[in-house]
């Protein structure tokens, strides 16, 4: 008799999954061709013997009418369809715009209604140096603002994954909705949009440090004051998307990344990062506790070389990264973090900094990744030697 599901896991069998469409639910909230899914995935079943699948289930298209108002009927008629199937899946908790990344093929916004809050007051995006705003996520730096129809960023995302819960319990309590995966930036991924095509942005360009909208600013101006340094800033000489490293005055050799300046800005830049991670990681963690989902975030680099750059710091990862080395699992398997590093050691430079990730990797110490980049814990070395480097 063929294993079940837990016990091929049990065997060391690895899972089979494969993506969905991004518009399979398209913008309007419509599953638009059930017959064509069924077939494809009756196909892919027998023939290549996938597993399940893995869906995004866009924020902005479930909360598009308004504050709270959440509609998961066509969402729901298509997870029930692929559970008919004997189908398992993962589900993306996307609070981020589908449209300018690679592979986006259709164009999803976040919600109309949060979208005019930016008309307002265009600050709760992620902005560069020359003030040009990236829509696609909201910055952390109103991640506590009660500035949309007064409820928080987080407040927001943890009211939606409740009520995901609210409307999916039958189909998590059977084994259906077997991972829930939850969105933490652009992409989906925990970083700073230092790279976005959208702006012109192309390999092998430095990146930008994306925290010049106002509220990161004081924030920022808030906490060099309280380390004794009020006269100290955001970068102002750290180039463009495009730039060469050794072209800037921050990422340049013995550039001001070396300064104790440039050393406080990154870890704050990259600690701010983290704890909004930490912060959403521990609604969802709250909210699908005592189910029997695994949680997963997404994504980190899974190998590091030689001296780290430019691209690899705008985009905020910490150099130092214990990071997910301080996810634990609870008793229900989900992941959550505990402590983060509070400085960065070693010189990292200008392509590995602006997306605000972490480049030493302790960072990926106890996990590892499936095929779609999400992490899952595992045992590794939890050290690497040398000086780490981003595969590109």
């Known amino acids: 008799m063929a294993a079940n599901y837990n016990e091929k896991l049990l065997l060391n069998y690895v899972p089979v999954y494969v993506m969905l469409p991004l518009g399979v639910v398209n913008v309007e909230n419509v599953f638009a061709d059930p017959e064509t899914v069924e077939t494809q995935l009756k196909r892919l079943k027998e023939e290549a013997g996938i597993d399940g699948v893995m869906v995004d289930v866009w924020w902005g298209i479930i909360e598009s009418k308004g504050p709270k108002q959440y509609d998961w009927t066509a969402y729901k008629t298509l997870f029930q369809l692929i559970a008919r199937l004997g189908l398992k899946i993962q589900a993306i908790m996307s609070f981020h715009q589908c449209g300018g990344n690679v592979g986006d093929v259709v164009t999803i916004p976040i919600p109309k209604w949060v979208r005019e809050v930016g008309e307002s007051d265009p600050d709760i995006y992620y902005t560069n140096r020359r003030g040009t705003r990236d829509i696609e996520y909201l910055s952390l730096g109103v991640d506590n ?138 609604e969802a963690n709250k909210i699908f506790a005592g189910l029997k989902v695994n949680l997963a975030a997404k994504k980190f680099p899974t190998e590091f070389r030689g001296n780290p750059i430019s691209s690899e710091i705008s985009d905020g990862i910490p150099k130092k990264p214990y990071f997910l080395r301080n996810f634990r699992r609870n008793s229900e398997e989900t992941l959550f973090p505990r402590k983060f590093p509070m400085e960065f050691r070693r010189n990292p430079i200008s392509s590995e900094i602006s997306d605000g990730i972490p480049r030493k990797p302790y960072f990926l110490g106890n996990f590892r990744w499936n095929s779609e980049e999400t992490l899952f814990p595992q045992k590794f070395p939890t050290e690497f030697r040398g000086n780490p480097r981003r595969k590109w």
């Open 145 to 282: 603002l009660p500035l949309f129809a007064g409820r928080t960023p987080v407040q927001m995302y943890s009211d939606y994954m409740s009520s995901f819960k609210e409307k999916m319990l039958e189909l998590i309590e059977a084994g259906a909705i077997v991972d829930i995966e939850v969105g933490l930036g652009p992409a989906g991924e925990l970083r700073y949009p230092a790279y976005p095509q959208s702006q012109g942005w192309v390999f092998p360009g430095i990146g930008e440090f994306q925290c010049y909208d106002k509220y990161l600013k004081s924030e920022f101006k808030e906490a060099a004051a309280k380390a004794g340094h009020p006269e100290w800033d955001l970068p102002d000489n750290a180039g463009e998307y495009n730039d060469k490293a050794e072209e800037t005055g921050f990422f340049k050799t013995n550039g001001t990344y070396v300064s104790e300046e440039g050393k406080f800005f990154l870890t704050w830049y990259s600690n701010k990062l983290i704890f909004h991670g930490d912060q959403i990681i521990g």
